[in-house]
């Protein structure tokens, strides 16, 4: 009796103490969460948290484990491995003072622990979470280049990735008009400038690693349009052997009107099929008629076998200007939409041999070949809506449209608004269309099992800007978002993690704002990473992540982004954080690839050319070192060749033809890619035996293209040296007055890469304290529209061949070189009777950015090292030709450069923006060239820069006026014959506009200084 007793005494005091420690639990967890919300809101970096961290509830697991729930929104800051310990300590001790010293502690971030914020490739101590790596770690290429000179082993080769820059020209049904989707501010729009860098810089780079990359926006800048579409009602016009292949079942159908909205034009007309044979029989030659020579974006398509018969590897040939270029597609996915191939120059007109898309019927497998439409060049909008087109490129037109024009499927990828909001259907579109590419069991989110186009997408990227207005030169910054969850949990359909998306964009943010910091601003604003349902975020069912890279509202950070240096590493950076993503997904290496070469020079050696160039180190990547290099060809104005390797820094070109300028890039490579293109060089032999004929009448038709050995060396023309001193890039000029701020694009534009299309007219609204209305009267920072949707000209690194195209007209070999290479001391003249210094828009400007800038001065013109070696060539008795448009101003610089332009040169600046029409006269001292008339570019072109700013130029100590400005009788050209001989023109040589005009005027310069 005693005994039991004392048990059931026992038993009710355990029982007391459990329903005691229950109730004492319940207490003080809501006290401990008081606590730490209070705590969080005052002390959130103590926690290495956001600061819209919030705890949202505790409990007591069956573990004895306090458990904290911190909101989605408390992720927002990176976390290492480091970060760790303090964060998980401040949780411990709150934990402990509130009577919770002998239970454990785990802290989540929404469904997952603060531990797993830690992305993978930061991980020394942490144990590999295995559900965020690939269920299916296979690389897929779709298209493989066959004339690539290199192997990419530790890049992207096989990745495929979907890249896209935000908004674009959309139909407002509200409005019933075509209209963007933000507001024109400091000289550009968000619609158009996350385009202006994705397009040049960042799409590229990744497909120099090896990566196929898939844009639900057109890429190509070029408005015209050829598409060749083979079906039975034009007895597939434009194509050789159609008669040949059968017809197949439902395919694309060309249609010159344009699409009603929501039809698919891959599913009105039909494709070709045929059986494959051993050798080839009856390929298809698609032989466009091209309306302007140009480069052109060349898209192919091709059905998809009802049977499955489609075989992997289908050669396809381009033929353009520059040669030949094959591939193989694999025609087991990428069915009934465009596939890009590359961008190639063709000439204007209809020729098989320069101007065609072949299609082998050859293979070593059994099966059907299948061949639809092919199209050359990006051409114009298509998609109507209410009844008309857009009327704009396709380049700047949104996704919505786009991607009716590639075949997607209506409801499953851009249709959700019942044709009401195109608005809401292009940001929900861009998302499901890396479904669409990538099929089940991640197809679109309405029917996840969709086959689409089985195209593993392996990680996507939108990228957008941001509003919000600083004060000075603080940046608002960058910003990421990821979703966790998706549209419905926090797993992709195959089983992996969406903590995947963290890892991308933590890795992708970090590289950005490292890079950023290390090369302009060492302050530049790392802002929080939003785990929040975005819809570009959370939509793919791929590793997905939303950039907005800074604010396109803040004047401050609009300078970052009108540099083109700007442009160029922050792409740099994202490439790189989308490698080390991949890298560390698939337990790899990588390696950087190289930057540009520098030190470049082509030059004549006994009838052949010899190129030297230098590598360039990157002080950011240790791994993007050359291992060898590729040198691209071209002759006259064809397109560039396939390129030939070498290992060395010198190429020895043995095969000159006379008569035309032969051209030459190089690239850098290894084993991560291929590195951004060198400057184009140029040389040039002349054909004697045309002097007084071809080269008068600039007709070279009977000119051999390639094969003809260079003049003897009896009969070896005088030589002209071309050295390139443009190379720079830069932004718009700026004002900072209070009261007026923005940018003067009227003074100066600025010098954009290659060619830029971000611009949509000139800022015309400089009052900061203007507030933003509507789009159309966004406040301080509108501009106009004038420039919307034009392709404009800037520095496109290629001017020797014209300068020499005009030399050989007039009957002088050339050489050129990079002014790097120039100024080097060990660099002869001995050769040369002239040099021709291209001085173009070249000016020194100051990079100086943000709140701790990264100060640097670049593209001074007159250099001490190019003044000294100017001074030492006219010594040599070398005549010496200078054109360009800050030729005056930079010869103000300083004493020695102002002693060069008086002694040497024998002018002095006489004004700036001398000429607004760009129309010269030659005046009595310009003996053969009297009264007779040129003209140079002063406009928005896509083949040539404007000139802006051209300056008039005064003779001083004996020199002469050769060329006055036509508006005004300033003196345009000055010219020095006496002890030595110069010639300097106040705008760039290379904008004349005509080539009669350029040969004209080197056949004047060229008389007056050698006759």
């Given amino acids: 009796m005693r005994i039991a007793t004392k048990i059931l005494f026992f038993s009710l005091v355990v029982l007391v103490f459990v329903v005691s420690a229950q109730n004492y639990n319940n207490a003080q967890l809501q006290n401990l969460k008081r606590y730490l919300n209070s705590d969080l809101k005052k002390n959130y970096q103590l926690y290495n948290l956001a600061p819209a961290a919030v705890v949202d509830s505790l409990t007591v697991n069956r573990e004895k484990e306090v458990v904290i729930y911190l909101n989605r929104r408390a992720s927002g800051n990176p976390f290492r491995e480091s970060d760790l310990p303090g964060a998980l300590n401040r949780f411990n001790n709150a934990k402990n003072s509130y009577g919770f010293t002998n239970f454990g502690l785990k802290v989540m971030i929404g469904s997952f622990e603060m531990s797993e914020m830690v992305p993978l490739l930061y991980r020394t101590k942490l144990p590999v979470d295995s559900t965020r790596l690939p269920v ?258 396709a380049f700047v037109e949104a996704a919505r449209y786009y991607l009716q024009y590639t075949g997607a499927p209506d409801t499953l990828v851009y249709n959700f608004q019942s044709d009401k909001d195109d608005y809401v259907d292009d940001y929900q579109a861009r998302g499901e269309y890396v479904n669409w590419l990538n099929g089940a069991p991640d197809g679109p989110n309405k029917l996840t099992s969709l086959q689409g186009l089985n195209i593993p997408i392996d990680i996507s990227l939108a990228w957008h800007t941001d509003a919000g207005i600083m004060g000075g030169d603080s940046t608002v910054g960058s910003l990421m978002i990821y979703s966790s969850v998706g549209m419905d949990t926090s797993f992709f359909h195959n089983g992996r993690s969406r903590m995947a998306n963290r890892d991308l964009g933590d890795i992708v943010q970090t590289q950005i704002v490292s890079d950023i910091r290390a090369l302009f601003d060492k302050k530049w604003t790392r802002r929080e990473m939003w785990d929040a349902g975005y819809s570009e975020a959370a939509r793919p069912n791929v590793p997905s992540i939303l950039l907005e890279l800074l604010a396109h509202q803040n004047f401050a950070e609009m300078k970052f982004f009108w540099h083109p240096q700007f442009r160029f590493h922050v792409s740099r950076a994202i490439y ?77 070109d ?69 050295v390139n001193s443009f190379d720079r890039l830069d932004m718009p000029a700026t004002v900072n007055e209070k009261g007026f701020e923005g940018f003067l694009f009227q003074k100066d534009e600025g010098v954009q890469y290659i060619k830029d299309f971000a611009s949509v007219g000139e800022q015309t609204d400089f009052d900061r304290s203007s507030q933003f209305k509507t789009n159309d009267e966004p406040g301080w920072g ?182 006055r400005y036509s508006d005004n009788s300033t003196s345009a050209v000055v010219g020095f014959n006496g002890q030595h001989r110069t010639v300097v023109a106040g705008f760039p040589f290379e904008t004349l506009v005509t080539p009669e005009y350029r040969e004209a005027f080197m056949r004047f310069v060229t008389g007056y200084l050698l006759r």
Wanted: charged share 20%.
């Fill in 782 to 963: 509108a501009s106009k529209s004038d420039a919307e949707g034009l392709v404009i000209a800037g520095n496109s690194f290629d001017y020797p061949a014209l300068h020499g195209e005009a030399l050989l007209k007039c009957g002088f070999s050339f050489s050129s070189t990079s002014v790097a290479s120039f100024v080097q001391p060990g660099f002869s003249t001995k050769n040369y009777s002239m040099i021709d210094i291209i001085a173009g828009e070249q000016k020194e400007s100051v990079i100086k950015l943000g709140l701790q800038p990264v100060v640097s001065t670049s593209f001074t013109l007159f250099s001490d090292e190019l003044t000294n070696k100017l001074n030492a060539v006219v010594h040599e008795g070398k005549a010496l030709f200078i054109s360009g448009a800050y030729v005056g101003s930079e010869l103000n610089r300083n004493g020695k450069t102002k002693k060069l332009a008086t002694d040497v040169l024998k002018v002095n600046l006489a004004s700036e923006f001398a000429t607004a029409n760009g129309r010269l006269f030659g005046t009595e001292r310009a003996n053969g060239a009297e009264n007779e008339i040129f003209e140079f570019n002063t406009a928005f072109s896509k083949d040539i820069y404007k000139v802006e700013a051209p300056q008039a130029i005064d003779p001083v100590a004996g020199g002469e006026t050769l060329f």
């Fill in 136 to 393: 299916n770690e296979k690389p897929t290429k779709v298209i493989t280049n066959l004339d690539k000179k290199f192997t990419i082993t530790k890049g992207l080769d096989g990745r495929n990735i979907a890249v896209w820059g935000s908004h674009g020209w959309y139909y407002s049904a509200k409005d019933n008009k075509w209209i963007w989707q933000r507001a024109r501010l400091f000289g550009s729009i968000e619609d158009l400038l996350t385009s202006s860098m994705a397009l040049p810089f960042l799409v590229p780079m990744l497909e120099n690693a090896g990566a196929g990359v898939y844009l639900p926006r057109e890429r190509d800048l070029q408005t015209n349009s050829v598409v060749i579409d083979p079906e039975e009602g034009n007895a597939g016009a434009g194509v050789s052997n159609f008669s040949e292949w059968e017809k197949g079942s439902a395919g694309f159908l060309h249609s010159e009107s344009g699409y009603e909205a929501n039809i698919n034009p891959f599913r009105l007309g039909s494709f070709l099929t045929k059986e494959t044979v051993k050798n080839e029989e009856n390929p298809l030659v698609y032989t466009p008629k091209i309306p302007e020579s140009g480069e052109y974006a060349v898209y192919i398509s091709f059905g998809k076998d009802e049977t499955g018969r489609n075989v992997k590897d289908v050669k396809y040939t381009v033929k353009h200007s520059g040669g030949e270029t094959s591939f193989l597609v694999d025609q087991q996915r990428g069915w009934g939409t465009w596939l890009y191939l590359g961008t190639f120059k063709f000439f204007k007109g209809t020729d098989p041999s320069k101007g065609a898309v072949v299609v082998s019927d050859q293979n070593e497998n059994e099966g059907v070949v299948t061949s639809d439409a092919v199209r050359f060049g990006g051409g114009m909008g298509v998609v109507k809506r209410n009844g008309s087109t857009s009327g704009r490129p």
């Fill in 654 to 722: 043995e095969n000159i033809p006379t008569g035309v300028p032969v051209s030459y890039k190089v690239t850098a490579v290894n084993a991560g890619g291929e590195s951004f293109p060198s400057e184009v060089l140029a040389v040039g032999i002349a054909n004697l035996s045309s002097k007084n004929s071809a080269s008068e009448t600039g007709n070279t038709d009977n000119m051999k293209a390639d094969g003809i050995a260079g003049n003897s060396v009896s009969e070896k023309a005088k030589e002209v040296l071309v």
């Fill in 576 to 652: 790189k954080g989308m490698l080390k993503f991949l890298a560390s997904m698939s337990g790899t290496g990588f390696v950087v690839q190289p930057l540009p070469v520098s030190n470049f020079s082509a030059l004549l050696s006994g009838g052949a050319a010899e190129l030297r160039w230098e590598p360039v180190s990157d002080p950011l990547e240790a791994s993007a070192k050359p291992t060898g290099y590729v040198v691209y060809r071209r002759i006259g104005e064809a397109g560039f060749d396939n390129g030939k390797f070498t290992n060395e820094p010198f190429f020895r």
